[in-house]
């Protein structure tokens, strides 16, 4: 065993806190890497939700400290399906988690995927009488050993990183001189994010736009632009700028999801501005799904 090679895990899962199956994955870790500090990302993913794991994972990623991170939202659990790990940034972390797509947004974000291993190297798993929870039997112990200076190859097999599968995330698309976007993700504030950034609006639809028509089902409106979201004013619609450089659509002091009817996974079209709607009109915007 070499000298220690981190000291800091990032862990994300699908397992709430309702139960002891987070701390007791921490647990085998402190048993295993008493000196690795775990730092709880988020355990609220909603249970099986693969891309909601990538997304919140994909948020994280820029500001994460380096290290072993693992990702565990795992429909496919105790199946033929693979549990993988992947270095990234030359060395400077590895990605822990099941091959079902969770991994790779974070994984391009930091310069993709260098070598790449299947775990499954028993010996270095917990011997359990179930298989089904592989953070706790393998993810936990095969972080552990990492942190611990065990070289990632002598952990699994060794594949093509290359085929790894791809994430699940949508891009937006470009069209009758437009931009066809989707909500990702819906906030504890009810802000709606779209996958487009500012960057991509301007380039598309100009690069002095202040108003986007914004077009969801068969309702559309015309939105400003903002780069704060008080800017919108009390129970006024837009879009802002989030902390991530996407725009998201956001009601001033009020949730967006809940005022305007808007969820995760609907088709959103944005094209040349427009002037805002009269005050007197009343626009009620529901999801084209």
Known sequence: MSATRFSTMSFLSDLGLGSEH?????????????HVAVIDLTHDIAPFDVRAASLALARAVPYLTEGVVIACVDPGAGSDRRLIGVEVADGAGVFLGPDNGLLAPGVALVGGAGRAVVLDRDEHHLSSPGSTFAARDVLAPVAAALCNGIDLFDLG?????????????PIPREENGGLSCEVLWVDRFG???????????????????????TTIGPDVRSFEVVTAFDS?????AGLVVDSTGLLCIAVGRASAANELSV?????VFLSPGG???PA???VTISPSR
Request: proline content about 6%; aromatic content about 0%; overall charge negative.
């Open 280 to 282: 007197s009109v009343s």
């Open 232 to 236: 919108l004013g009390a129970g006024a």
């Open 22 to 34: 987070v701390g007791v994955v921490k647990a085998v870790i402190r048993e295993e890497a008493p």
């Open 263 to 267: 969820g995760e996974g609907d088709q």
């Open 157 to 169: 097999t060794p594949i093509d990183s290359g085929m790894l599968l791809p994430g699940v995330v």
């Open 191 to 213: 802000n709606c994010q779209l996958n487009v950034s500012l960057d991509d609006v301007r380039t598309v639809l100009g690069a002095d736009v202040t108003r986007v028509r």
């Open 275 to 277: 002037e805002p709607a």
